[in-house]
């Protein structure tokens, strides 16, 4: 049963060009999040997604990103015009609904996409 | 804004001891606890959760909650040296199944 599944691994853009990250949650996983962890920093929420919806995208930059999740295929982040600032791994999460009565929405990390901007 | 507290460490504990992380949390009405064990390059891997007042066992893990002090923690018995890692802890930001505000996690260090 394959994990959460994240391309590219490692991502190098020069300042000023777009990075794409694409995430494919678990099997039968409808829930999608999006973390960013920066250098020795903690691990910060951006996004939270459905099958083509936005949930919650209050933690995620107003300005050049931008995610979605579409009806097919995996959800992806934007990140347009790069600068160095945005250099860091970010993760995807995924979840599944716990069933009836559960309230614990485990969330399952893939192995994030590491992005340097040069 | 939910906030969770974790001591940065390093916690430093020898070998087959038990290491003992602790977390609080600001907010009274949250629900659902996570513990989530990150090593250095690597992704979160959740170990435990728990949302009821006291203690859940898993293995050589037990994680502890007490709603009443806004208190979680995580017990690890015959701690090994592959268990020092950095150990978040993880709160969801609303709701269940709402993305999670998560503390900035204790560095473990077990001691050969």
């Known amino acids: 049963n394959a994990g959460v599944m994240q391309n590219p691994r490692h991502l190098v853009r020069r300042r000023g060009q777009e990075a794409r990250l694409r995430c494919s949650p678990m099997k039968g996983h409808s829930h999608v999040y999006w973390y960013r962890q920066l250098p020795e920093e903690g691990l910060k929420f951006m996004v939270y997604l459905q099958k083509e919806n936005i949930i919650d995208e209050s933690g995620m930059p107003k300005e050049r990103f931008s995610a979605e999740f579409p009806k097919e295929g995996p959800s992806i982040l934007r990140i347009q015009q790069v600068v160095r600032g945005d250099s860091a791994a970010y993760f995807c999460?995924?979840?599944?609904?716990?069933?009836?009565?559960?309230?614990?929405?485990?969330?399952?990390f893939g192995p994030g996409t590491r992005l340097t901007v040069t | 804004q939910k906030e969770v507290e974790q001591n940065s460490g390093p916690l430093s504990v020898p070998e087959g001891a038990i290491a003992s992380l602790n977390c609080t949390y600001s907010d009274r009405g949250s629900q659902s606890f996570f513990w989530y064990r990150q090593y250095s390059g690597k992704s979160p891997e959740l170990i435990m959760s728990?949302?009821?007042?006291g203690d859940k066992e898993d293995g050589r893990f037990t994680a502890q909650l007490n709603k009443a002090s806004q208190y979680v923690s995580l017990l690890i018995r015959d701690s090994q040296p592959s268990d020092s890692a950095t150990y978040l802890c993880?709160?969801?930001?609303?709701?269940?199944?709402?993305?999670?505000?998560f503390g900035k996690g204790t560095h473990l260090i077990i001691q050969p």
């Open positions: 999460a995924s979840s599944m609904y716990p069933g009836q009565g559960g309230i614990s929405y485990e969330q399952y």
């Open positions: 993880a709160v969801p930001r609303g709701g269940g199944a709402d993305g999670l505000t």
């Open positions: 728990i949302y009821s007042n």
